[in-house]
């Protein structure tokens, strides 16, 4: 299998431009989550999709942040209008359903878009 | 409230010493996992170990160890032998259950010099 694939791998955009990211999760996973990463507050979730369904969108910043999954091989995360304080590192990541035991549950990540916001 | 301190920010060893990376967590659950992510410096996330609470059972994979303590809230790291190949930041994740988000630690930087 090819793993989460990400696009673009770095965005340079102007303060007040629409950003969108691209994310295709490892086919047959059945989680997908969008983190975020930057040098002040680490790795945090932003939201995870369960079959396609968003279950804790608790990390979304605010309203200029959206997130989709039209289908299981798909997701994106948009920033409308994006500001200087988004510029981070994207990541998405995917994940088995796992049995009752968790087996199989590790996240496997994305390569990252590097976002830049002038 | 859940939470994991990697109060080492950053570690300097030479070629071939040990070196162990330090993880404690908080958590009121009783189900939960503990993962370790690798971050070299080209910036991907590479999963390396996973936990669950019901498994204390110390791990040995080559070079790398783990200890699994429940009564201090530890999961420790330990590489021996170090190489510079491992010079990396280390993360140390919490997820509750068996399903859902991970919560990073601030993660260790290592640098393994020759």
């Known amino acids: 299998d090819a793993g989460v694939i990400q696009s673009p791998r770095h965005e340079v955009t102007e303060m007040g431009q629409e950003v969108t990211l691209r994310c295709k999760p490892i086919?047959?996973?059945?989680?997908l989550f969008w983190y975020r990463q930057t040098m002040m507050r680490g790795l945090e979730l932003l939201i995870y999709f369960n079959n396609n369904v968003p279950i804790d969108d608790s990390g979304m910043p605010e309203d200029r942040f959206s997130a989709k999954m039209p289908n299981a091989s798909f997701s994106t995360l948009k920033i409308q209008p994006s500001e200087p304080r988004d510029s981070a590192v994207y990541f998405c990541a995917s994940s088995l359903a796992g049995d009752s035991g968790g087996a199989r549950n590790e996240q496997f990540f994305g390569p990252g878009t590097r976002l830049t916001v002038l | 409230a859940q939470k994991v301190t990697q109060a080492q920010t950053e570690i300097s060893v030479v070629e071939k010493e040990d070196v162990t990376l330090d993880c404690v967590y908080e958590?009121?659950?009783?189900?939960?996992?503990l993962f370790w992510y690798k971050q070299p410096p080209s910036g991907e996330l590479v999963f390396l170990i996973r936990r669950n609470s019901f498994d204390e059972q110390n791990e040995i994979s080559g070079r790398y160890s783990w200890n699994f303590q429940k009564s201090t809230s530890s999961f420790n790291f330990t590489i021996t032998a170090s190489q510079v190949v491992d010079s990396a930041v280390y993360f140390c994740a919490l997820q509750r259950g068996s399903q859902g988000n991970l919560i990073f630690g601030k993660g260790t930087k290592l640098s393994v010099k020759p």
């Open positions: 958590t009121r659950d009783t189900t939960y996992y």
């Open positions: 086919s047959g996973h059945d989680y």
